[in-house]
């Protein structure tokens, strides 16, 4: 089947800038997203980026598609310790209704 | 406010019991989905619907049933709860095969003894 695939952690200073990686194997990819988790909630959606288009930015996010090498990142400048959670990468090909998501970047910020 | 609502957020059950986990949205999103997080796993598909009568097994649904008798309404029925269900249980729901990506409930946290 279809893979997603995330490095587990990454660990990041406060004011720093904060990339977490993810690619995937499905050519088909239509849609893509990242989603946010804190501690003891459900996912939240941040952000998501069309297949059609190469870059997203949206207040201190930046999402940066790369079909040929099928790789998504999600880019957070100045982060915080607020920004401190689980990050999953997600996408859904074409004609499906059901998304594989990543297992999950933790993310730590420490002052 | 509108959102997906699961309830309850909390669950212990004893081996053999059975129980439903409920879930509700209020967005008429045709599509709706259970997941169970586990450390180290991920979320898991357990089952889906993309409308109401319609539902689908998912990666993994030994041990779970669902129905979907209307549009807001997406039950998760444990027949027999077995130690290994315990784990985080998510429902999901989206409009239009997500292409404005998907919502989830805030979970139920299931301890199986």
């Known amino acids: 089947g279809e893979d997603v695939e995330q490095s587990l952690f990454l660990s990041v200073r406060e004011g720093d800038s904060s990339v977490i990686n993810c690619t995937y194997t499905?050519?088909?990819?239509?849609?893509l997203y990242w989603y946010k988790q804190e501690p003891g909630a459900g996912l939240q959606l941040l952000t998501y980026?069309?297949?059609?288009?190469d870059m997203k930015q949206d207040q201190r996010l930046t999402v940066l598609l790369n079909k040929k090498d099928k790789h998504l990142s999600l880019r957070i400048a100045d982060t915080q310790t607020g920004d401190s959670a689980i990050y999953f990468c997600?996408?859904?090909?074409?004609?499906?209704?059901?998304?594989?998501f990543g297992r999950g970047t933790s993310l730590i910020v420490h002052p | 406010n509108a959102g997906v609502t699961q309830t309850p957020k909390f669950q212990v059950l004893k081996t053999g019991q059975s129980m439903t986990l409920q879930c509700a949205q209020d967005?008429?999103?045709?599509?709706m989905s259970w997941y169970r997080q586990d450390p180290g796993m991920g979320l898991r598909l357990i089952h889906y619907s993309v409308g109401a009568g319609i539902t689908d097994q998912g990666e993994v649904p030994n041990g779970y049933n669902v129905s979907r008798s209307t549009t807001e309404d997406f039950p998760l029925r444990l027949l027999s709860a077995a130690p290994s269900q315990t784990s985080v249980y998510f429902c999901?729901?989206?409009?239009?095969?997500?292409?404005?990506?998907?919502?989830f409930g805030s979970g139920t946290r299931l301890t199986v003894v």
């Open positions: 999901a729901s989206s409009y239009a095969q997500g292409i404005y990506g998907y919502t």
């Open positions: 499905d050519s088909s990819s239509t849609y």
């Open positions: 980026i069309f297949s059609n288009m």
């Open positions: 967005m008429n999103h045709e599509y």
């Open positions: 997600a996408e859904r090909g074409r004609g499906s209704y059901i998304p594989t």
